[in-house]
Every structure is written in structure tokens, then in C-alpha cells.
């Protein structure tokens, strides 16, 4: 199973959410502070493939999720 990826920050409302819902799905993640680790919007908009302004920006494995909503609406399409 791909382990979920999640760059957020500690203010972060959403992020901490999205922590949440994979801790309750019992699903594997690592978060990545981004400001902890100096990663600035330009370093993870080329991450991403894409401009971003916000957190959290989401990965399963090396592909892409989206952000805490997008996550929310996988997660639910994957227990259908």
C-alpha cells in the first residue's frame, strides 16, 4: 500500500484534518512541515507540477491528490 504524503504546516486547519482522517481510516502517512523544512510555495508548486497557494498539498506514493478535499472525496470513492 502507498503510503500518503501530506505538506502542510502547523497552523493549518485543513492539514491537520487531513492527518485526522487517515489516522481514523488507520491509513499510513508522512507529514512534512513545510516550514520546518524551508520549502518554500515555489519549491512545492514544481513538487506539485502546478502553481499552489495553499495547504495541505497531498500525495499517495509519487502521484498527486490534491488538497484535504480532494483526499476527503478519494477516500470516499475508494469505500464504494
Known amino acids: ?3 500518503y504524503t501530506i505538506f502542510g504546516h502547523d497552523n493549518c486547519g485543513f492539514c491537520r484534518r487531513a492527518k485526522q482522517l487517515l489516522d481514523e481510516q ?3 502517512y508522512r507529514y512534512v ?3 520546518d523544512e524551508g520549502i518554500t ?4 508548486s514544481a513538487l506539485v507540477g502546478k ?4 495547504v495541505p498539498q497531498i500525495f499517495k506514493g509519487k502521484d498527486y ?3 484535504f478535499d480532494d483526499l476527503n472525496a478519494s ?3 475508494q469505500a464504494a
Open 41 to 44: 510555495q515555489d519549491a512545492l
Open 33 to 35: 512541515n513545510i516550514h
Open 1 to 3: 500500500m502507498s503510503r
Open 65 to 67: 491528490v490534491g488538497g
Open 26 to 28: 488507520g491509513l499510513p
Open 75 to 77: 477516500l470516499d470513492t
Open 51 to 54: 502553481e499552489v497557494r495553499t
